[in-house]
């Protein structure tokens, strides 16, 4: 993050967002009922709609606009040699600072934020009474154990990245897939970190939702194709909505990068808290299949059949969080205005990323108009993903479909048994359209693929 | 499973199945070059394809055909207090013995087909040299710690189950979704149990991916959605294309019954290793919400506005495997065929869960018809999951296809340059039939969209 006086007004509070994903049950905070745990949430119904749109767009962006990536689901829970190799074991460590007086536990580099524990104060960073130790060292991975002894020959880690998974079935694609560099292997799967500073809802939590892509190229191509990356995935994110100037490209200062990489670009979104990482896009060079290398003995390279030569490929990584992109999606969506003297909150979310594309309402309970609807509504959900909604005044149920990011209501009224006609009422400039009722899936479906490629303006 | 002599003759062994996985890049063993953590699997490209495309059947299934049916998408590490009130940390154990002299721990109800450590045998159930201790009950969960602290208040589980996710979130989905009894809450992901005896292959692994659902009823319809979920789930598997001659459905006996269920009925499917459980379709009356109710204090309840009154809603829980159910579906697709004298394999995989729909080829790469090829390729992937492939020859190239289930193969030959026309040839029945390329994406859109209902005959 970047300090405040850079970002913006906020336009949206993170507490608003949060009230809302509760409310229109988006989100909600796990084992609620149990008091909760720190940090963790579960998906309602249009949170795992929305968050699966989400990762059907980007395994589209990998897969089906690139013929050379192949997709890859490894386990969590992996061959503990993989994290010595990895240098998680080693270096995937936060200092920690315990307080002798209160018994508390702090990041030593976020000691600043943190309040002592006995005398709370005002002053976060006053720990006068305290008795701090030595910073300490504390592996963020989840440790476990396999099989019934819990000895060191059994521990095992649940893995706090996908990226390696990909590494070590390196070969397997080679081999398999029958690919040559540049390729790329694509993974959507949970990592598991056991922070100590979580926070700011769904950005970061102790497990969460990772869409990682390895791509492997000669080494004197990566460059080129860390520049491609990061153009495509910026891209990526402005076609589906993402105000560009919500978005910025940040390159890591050498203090900032990691053992791995030789040069790493952030897209950080313009959150409610600031400026803060989306995604990162690394050049990672040989550094991962090298170590994978020397630590299990298996040669990892490609051997090119023209030049008759193996190398070791260097690897582009665009490492993504479904969960932050989902979260980032919402909070540019997230839209209020005054309409008719009421307050209107509306999600305008890309019509592709919206969890229902259409909502059929008959305008009252009554004089066949639920009947028609419901025929409509059976049409409509056989091309795109549709709700009927037949409870409490069309006003409330409009809200509800705005709250929600539905870009189409089709509503049923007196009219429609005269003529046949509905109308379409258009969730961002709330213009209503009156059209035949016949074909009027075709219409939406037709108009879902048009929004492919034509993103909100700024 | 029941005694051999009541299963069928296999057709297909585990071996040859787990030979076709790795061969096609469905499924590898997982930190192979590490020498691989046991019964652990890393799915490659056509494997995340067939597991996505068996997901989404369940969805749909779940959510297109039943308004009534929400999702959801719980943390795996959840409130210790979850699993105390499911009864997993009093309950959810294994009897284990230990041998004194080989060191060696044994499952106390597999003691029989075990090998002692220091004296392996050809006979299984020889432990004449063991010095076997009582036998103590051993927690399946995996266990971990949340916070840098490793003490008792930091102990949590990796969840076992997706369905107390479920329980727990009841009245989440009572208040925000809207729902009153029936209605159901759908999940798909991953659970992790510390199995002592895993094996045959995907089938028991220690982590793995369940699709449960858990419908809640008024308590005198328990027993009519409990039949009406037996026969909705047979069905769900024969029509995407399982023989009905492999699938049964067999009641639990009064021994075997979960301590939490009155009735429960197993799908079962005749794996090569015999017949084995598929999916459970249980009555769990309301043992769930009311322990939750005990244990947190929360009233897990629906007050029914109609007569005035709250009762607890009893549950119907239908609970699949995806990983058990996507080796059903490929074990039941395999198939050999001697064609002109020549051993074929086939995966006859029903079309909406083949990984790739069609594959278009040039008979030759020459003339022009890489080229020609493409264009059409261009064409048909936009409408269908479809792949290119040039490499080799055209026989290797339709084996290929073949072993990964591919339904449609369309090759551009010599002939297409002067009228052109492709030919369209079918998996299972090898007719090639000759038609225009013009046409073809949307002529294969609509034979998958017909093949939804058409299953394969017996």
């Known amino acids: 993050m970047v300090p405040a006086q850079e970002t913006r007004a906020p336009e949206v509070t993170l507490d608003e967002i949060v009230a809302l994903c509760k409310r229109r049950g988006f989100i909600f905070p796990s084992s609620e009922i149990y008091g909760g745990i720190g940090s963790t949430y579960d998906y309602g119904h249009y949170g795992v709609l929305l968050r ?35 240098g998680h074991i080693g270096g995937f460590t936060d ?77 397997n694609v080679l081999q398999f897939a029958r690919r040559k560099p540049p390729f790329g292997i694509a993974q959507i799967g ?53 105000r560009s100037a919500g978005l910025r490209l940040r390159e890591h200062g050498p203090d ?42 298996e040669k990892l390279e490609y051997f090119d059949p023209d030049t008759k030569e193996a190398y070791v490929p260097h690897v582009i990584e665009p490492a993504a969080g479904a969960d932050r992109a989902m979260l980032a999606f919402i909070v540019d969506a997230y839209d209020t205005e005054e309409v008719e003297g009421r307050k209107r909150t509306v999600l305008r979310l890309h019509p592709r990323l919206a969890p229902v594309k259409a909502a059929v309402l008959p305008l009252v309970s009554k004089e066949g108009m639920p009947e028609r609807a419901r025929a409509i509504y059976d049409e409509v959900r056989s091309k795109v993903a549709a709700e009927y909604d037949e409870g409490g005044s069309i006003g409330r149920r409009y809200r509800r479909q705005d709250e929600i990011g539905t870009p189409w209501g089709i509503t049923v009224d007196g009219q429609t048994a005269d003529d046949g ?38």
């Open 421 to 458: 006609t509905v109308t379409l009422r258009d969730r961002d400039s709330l213009e209503q359209v009156r059209l035949p009722a016949e074909g009027i899936a075709e219409h939406l479906a037709a108009k879902l693929a048009e929004a492919w490629r034509s993103p909100k303006l700024d």
């Open 190 to 242: 949970k990592s598991f970190r056991n922070e100590i500073t979580t926070g700011n809802f769904i950005f970061r939590t102790r497990e969460f939702e990772q869409m990682e892509m390895e791509y492997f190229v000669p080494p004197d191509e990566a460059p080129k194709w860390h520049e491609y990356w990061m153009e495509e995935r910026m891209r990526w994110f402005t076609d589906l909505g993402i």
């Open 95 to 171: 200092p920690l600072i315990d307080c002798r007086t209160c018994k508390l536990r702090f990041r030593a580099d976020k000691l600043e934020d943190a309040e002592c524990g006995r005398k709370p104060s005002k002053h976060p960073g006053e720990h006068s009474e305290c008795d701090l130790t030595e910073a300490r060292q504390f592996n963020l991975m989840f440790e476990t154990h396999v099989g019934p002894l819990k000895d060191s020959a059994s521990v095992a880690y649940l893995r706090p990245e996908t990226a390696q998974g990909i590494f070590i079935n390196f070969k």
């Open 52 to 86: 699966n749109n989400v990762k059907a767009e980007w395994w589209r962006a990998m897969l089906s606009d690139h013929e050379e990536i192949v997709a890859l689901d490894s386990a969590v829970i992996q061959h503990p040699k993989v994290w010595e190799a990895s």
């Open 256 to 297: 900032e990068l990691s053992h791995y990489s030789s040069a790493t670009s952030d897209i950080e979104y313009l959150f409610p808290m600031g400026w803060s990482e989306l995604e990162g896009i690394a050049n990672r060079g040989d550094f991962d299949l090298r170590q994978h290398t020397e630590f299990s003995g």
